[in-house]
């Protein structure tokens, strides 16, 4: 069975970082495109980066480019987002995603099998 957990949330001010971490279990991770979304409340869940199998085919969101960073680490099977110089229009829950194919298939949310139970990020004015 496949579980994805999110750690590294919290309540953060304009400007500061916050990293995010996903550990994965129970797929084979190295061959699984990974991904970030965020939703808030009342809205849908939005695409923030993805990142391929190998880690060579990464995109992003528009409004986090330059911000934001997507990493993985294979042999711990765990995925990252780095986040630096957040704004409140940050503030979200945070779902780490996963398709069991390399290469990614895109940014919608129902091209990803499995999800993480998500993480709340606040970023404070």
């Known amino acids: 069975q496949v579980q994805l957990v999110e750690s590294g949330g919290g309540l953060v001010q304009t400007g500061d970082s916050l990293t995010l971490s996903c550990a994965a279990s129970?797929?084979?991770?190295?061959?699984?495109?990974m991904a970030w979304f965020r939703q808030v409340p009342g809205k849908e869940r939005n695409f923030v980066a993805f990142?391929?199998?190998?880690?060579?085919?990464?995109e992003y969101v528009d409004s986090v480019k330059g911000r934001f960073t997507i990493s993985r680490d294979n042999a711990k099977n765990t995925m990252y987002l780095q986040m630096n110089n957040l704004k409140p229009e940050d503030t979200a829950v945070y779902y780490c995603?996963?398709?069991?194919?390399?290469?990614?298939?895109?940014?919608?949310?129902?091209?990803?099998?499995?999800w993480g139970q998500g993480i709340q990020v606040t970023v404070s004015s």
């Open positions: 129970g797929l084979t991770f190295s061959t699984a495109t």
């Open positions: 990142i391929s199998g190998r880690g060579s085919m990464i």
């Open positions: 995603a996963a398709d069991p194919l390399p290469i990614p298939r895109g940014r919608l949310a129902h091209q990803y099998d499995y």
